[in-house]
């Protein structure tokens, strides 16, 4: 092989920061963070903590020292359940920078799966929010190997027994620290899929993988965002890195707001206005309530003015079309969605349809923005039949979504079962059905098996719940399958009213899906309205505990 | 080492073609090239030629089994002298796809170096552009090993003897290709730097430094093109990748306009009208070309209109702040300035001033536009002084400007000696004298050979030109040292004016300079008037012949 002359220079997380603070020093990262509890309702009160990329660095570089300073080494995981705040940013930086792995666990969890994923990690230490202080005594009991306990913010009750403030555990160490050697194909961070069955999976993403990834949300056609963004990033720290938004907002110096707790959509319209944020992402459900609230003040005559918030990134669920087109026509916002997964870090495709791109019709521009868009440069997508075979492109035809790239998790850690079960040929196999049109703008149909197949067809569950959202008296609609003696299996509706008092009629519903290009055999057999559809931790609809709940439903005769 | 569980996925320059042939089938590749002689001014008389990323595909495949048929094996330069069309970008991808190296040769050097080139890359097979057919018999004669020559384009007097044409070479070979494996960190291109002193020294690019310079081109802060970006990249293939353009808008989807024999103002704007350009890039002679141009023919009362062109990128030397200026206030025109080498891919630095970007005042505004810019993501800058010594930022001191990266050379190719004397410690030595400021934002003082050592201190004349190409009076100023015996050396002011009938005293020079902040210690001492500055094959000024010309010159006493 004749080699290049390039240098060998790694791919790693340090250059990040290292780059932004030389660049730009006085760039703020802005944390609203509880100061105190309302004594009337109880609600956390929240406070803005402001620091800059200057005045972050000799933190983490003190952090870096405290971690070597408790023992830890290179590849030790380094635990956190934490919010989105100015420390949880310094973890994601100090952690890879000592050559360890920042692993962040899922703190929406229960008990049980976090104590798993303690102990399958095998966390010595661990970062833990104030306000889940409450929980180190479960902790320790069910995860004993974790030895050193950090909290995170002040403790009104008083530090609990063994644990280390934060502030102490940094404070007396030096502001500056040499990196270690760090070889991109390192582990850098960790985390577990919530998945609804089975035991949490552990995914080791790699310095190369985590750069390779900011660089790539950087494009025009993807995130776009540049030094003078201001990016809010909803979407939760200890979840896929928060879809790395702190690498690669760092990468290009752009200005960060972090909400911790404070993801209401008052709250989030109020501190967008005052920090001039351009860009939040979250997922569908964040959005879904920013725009009854952005509708709610329209009609109420008083409307949230936030003039610089101009791009809603969505991802980790289907949106529906009627809350994209609702944030468009009525409040002026692209909404630009994105589909990735635990397993790829996560960013795997984007929609590339812009704000300012003039469609023939608003229609085709709203079926066009809820598509998942087209994979990402160094990311390759295929769909599959049930043996394995591609299926070709631009049929309509829908099968087994596959994924391979730099940054698509190859196994999982310590798991030869659940890696075997999804990884084929060099392919990872994403779980979802999908198409791919013409053009390779993927869609999501549904989770494989969330389809439902009625007569020897598939129905999407995901296609009729997008639909079913638009309607104005509908907040939510899940729909599952439930066991028919004829057609194998037939879709029930599950379904949350705006206002319970406003219900609505099947054959309202079959109506308003009819004229929505769904087929007569496609229409759900039945609804039952609810109070509330379960959600896992990361907001996706927990279907397991709606079948659970129907499993010895009846559907109606007369389907 | 805990290695992540991230798939191995190597960076290969395939996978960018076969992403856009995916994603963007219809997306255009434009040329414009010579087809025929206009009978009366013997001038070329351009064409358009038209094809897409879908067509382009089956003819790389073609190419890529030429390529093997012919005996091309992996790491074997394929030797290019070709201009800017469809043709070139073919061979932009083929070469590195069947793991050879793109070896561009620059068609502008003289036959000694070509020869140098061809003989020392050791090209035994060379794809030569019709226009530069008649070197044919003389290449052979001074690299013999060069078996095979393969024509682009017609030869209206037949093909030389024992030439291939292009068409034929790749005609009869299948259509589908399957790529050999690729390591990222095999050679995929090659050029040689057409230095100013020295035997050309040669650069192996990787596919992964191409990889890596692509994505972090298209960051929004940087090039920032998209899918709806009509490109035009007006530096030539032949010279470090042409920038990078043919990959990085090929990674982007973007269409692609290239202009062969036809860099004229004229040419560029009634093609940039036609297709919708909206990125152009080339340097800084073109741009004061285009200025000029412009210029003229809103005078004459017949603008230009390319409603859609918004931003020039240059780079390659200095852009004189008037040029950037006028074409900004007077022609609504972005200028964005980078910096490179053939040593750096080429992308270093980028200014990030945009075209929306508010200032207190416009004049500040050209000044921060003028600049380098920033080091790009993955690539640091630094200053040494004499001895080594790293520089601080924000002094004001300039020192040589070292750069280190993912993509910028660890060596020459089989040049122990050059090698030696520009690597130093893990950096490379630009050459370069540079200031770099508190907030990192590099500036190019000159040429470290360049620099007029004035009684202990320095003078650029980088400054002292582009203040002179400021004057309404001059067209061209270039400034040397002149020997001298009191100071050591002093500036000569070299210029071309824009209208021989309008010359300018020294005294107004001056008046001019003192004018904008250059101190009186640094005014030249004497003008020199000339027809035309000698310049390097891409556009720089070519001192050594001035200094050679005027080594005997005797500045005035009054010095």
Redesign the interface.
């Given at each position: 092989?004749?080699?290049?002359?390039?240098?060998?220079?790694q791919?790693t997380i340090p250059?990040?920061l290292e780059?932004a603070i030389?660049?730009?020093?006085d760039q703020e990262i802005v944390s609203v963070i509880p100061v105190g509890v309302d004594p009337a309702t109880k609600a956390p009160v929240p406070g803005v903590h402001r620091t800059t990329y200057a005045k972050t660095h000799p933190r983490v570089m003190q952090l870096c020292n405290a971690l070597v300073a408790a023992g830890v080494q290179?590849?030790d995981r380094v635990g956190t359940m934490a919010l989105n705040t100015y420390r949880h940013f310094e973890l994601y930086f100090a952690a890879p920078s000592v050559g360890a792995?920042c692993h962040m666990v899922n703190i929406r969890l229960p008990l049980e799966q976090i104590a798993y994923i303690l102990n399958h990690a095998d966390d010595k230490i661990l970062f833990i929010e104030n306000i889940f202080a409450g929980m180190i005594p479960l902790i320790r009991q069910h995860a004993p190997n974790v030895a050193t306990i950090v909290v995170l913010g002040f403790v009104p009750g008083g530090l609990p027994a063994g644990t280390v403030d934060y502030e102490e555990f940094i404070g007396l160490h030096p502001t500056t620290y040499r990196y270690p050697e760090i070889?991109e194909?390192?582990?850098?961070g960790m985390c577990y899929t919530s998945g609804t069955t089975g035991d949490p999976k552990?995914?080791?993403?790699?310095h190369?993988?985590i750069?390779?990834h900011s660089?790539?949300s950087?494009?025009?056609?993807l995130l776009?965002?540049?030094?003078?963004d201001v990016v809010m990033p909803i979407v939760p720290m200890f979840h896929v890195n928060a879809w790395g938004y702190p690498y690669t907002c760092t990468?290009?110096?752009a200005k960060q707001v972090y909400m911790s707790v404070f993801t209401d959509a008052v709250t989030i319209m109020r501190i967008a206005a005052e920090e001039g944020v351009t860009v939040c992402a979250g997922v569908p459900t964040i959005m879904a309530g920013l725009l009854d609230e952005l509708d709610r003040a329209t009609a109420a005559g008083t409307p949230h003015v936030a003039p610089t918030l101009r791009t809603l990134l969505v991802g980790g669920s289907a949106t529906p079309r009627s809350v994209l087109a609702g944030l468009h026509s009525r409040h002026g916002l692209h909404v630009k969605i994105g589909w990735g997964m635990t397993e790829t870090t996560p960013l795997g495709t984007a929609n590339?349809v812009?704000l300012d791109?003039q469609f023939d019709d608003v229609e085709r521009k709203y079926d066009a923005m809820t598509c998942s868009g087209?994979?990402v440069?160094?990311t390759?997508l295929r769909i599959e039949d049930d043996e394995g075979r591609e299926l070709p492109?631009g049929t309509g035809e829908s099968g087994r979504l596959m994924v391979?790239?730099?940054?698509?998790?190859?196994?999982?850690?310590d798991n030869a079962e659940a890696t075997a079960a999804t990884q084929r040929n060099?392919w990872?196999d994403t779980g979802d059905i999908a198409t791919i049109d013409a053009?390779?703008v993927m869609m999501i149909q549904d989770r494989a098996k969330d389809l439902i197949k009625s007569g020897g067809e598939w129905i999407s569950s995901v296609d009729l719940e997008n639909q079913l959202m638009g309607h104005p008296a509908i907040r939510e609609a899940a729909v599952i399958a439930i066991a028919h003696p004829k057609w194998d299996e037939r879709p029930l509706g599950v379904l949350v009213l705006r206002d319970p008092a406003v219900s609505v009629s099947k054959a309202e519903l079959d109506r308003f899906l009819l004229e929505r290009a769904v087929a007569k055999w496609q229409l759900p057999d039945a609804y039952e309205f609810v109070d509330e559809i379960p959600k896992t931790t990361v907001g996706k609809f927990l279907k397991r505990a709606l079948r659970e709940r129907f499993k010895d439903y009846t559907l109606p005769v007369t389907a």
């Open positions: 092989m004749l080699e290049s002359t390039m240098m060998e220079y791919l250059s990040i780059r030389r660049l730009f020093p290179p590849g792995v070889d194909r390192q582990a850098s552990g995914v080791l993403y790699s190369r993988a750069v390779l660089l790539t950087l494009s025009a056609d776009g965002v540049s030094s003078r990468m290009t110096g590339h812009m791109q087209r994979m440069p160094l390759e492109w391979r790239g730099a940054w698509v998790t190859g196994s999982y850690y060099g990872f053009l390779g």
